[in-house]
Nanobody, 115 residues
Framework: QVQLVESGGGLVQAGGSLGLSCAAS????????MGWYRQAPGKQRELVAT???????DYADSVKGRFTISRDSAKNTVSLQMNSMKLEDTAVYYC?????????WGQGTQVTVSS
């Protein structure tokens, strides 16, 4: 069973930067896609960014140019560097992996942007 361990998150002022990391362990299969989703209070969970084993990336329009996703496939880790953060980036951020036709999300880490 794959386990996801997220780190990072916390409180940051608007305009500041924050980084998130996630390590996946226990997979017998190649992890095809790694990424991040987020869910703000009262809203549905939404995709933030994903990255494939081939380094192809996909970003939500709201974070393009501000967030950067990267991964280390050898270590099964994925990171999200968040710059120029906005109040609307406040949410619980979930690590995401897709492997062997399965999707899995982590427990989530809170990111709060203050004015």
């Amino acid at each position: 069973q794959v386990q996801l361990v997220e780190s990072g998150g916390g409180l940051v002022q608007a305009g500041g930067s924050l980084g998130l990391s996630c390590a996946a362990s226990g997979s017998r299969f190649i992890i095809d896609v790694m990424g991040w989703y987020r869910q703000a209070p009262g809203k549905q969970r939404e995709l933030v960014a994903t990255i494939t084993r081939g380094r192809a990336t996909d970003y939500a329009d709201s974070v393009k140019g501000r967030f950067t996703i990267s991964r280390d496939s050898a270590k099964n880790t994925v990171s999200l560097q968040m710059n120029s953060m906005k109040l609307e980036d406040t949410a619980v951020y979930y690590c995401y992996v897709y492997y062997n036709f399965q999707s899995l999300w982590g427990q989530g880490t809170q990111v709060t942007v203050s004015s």
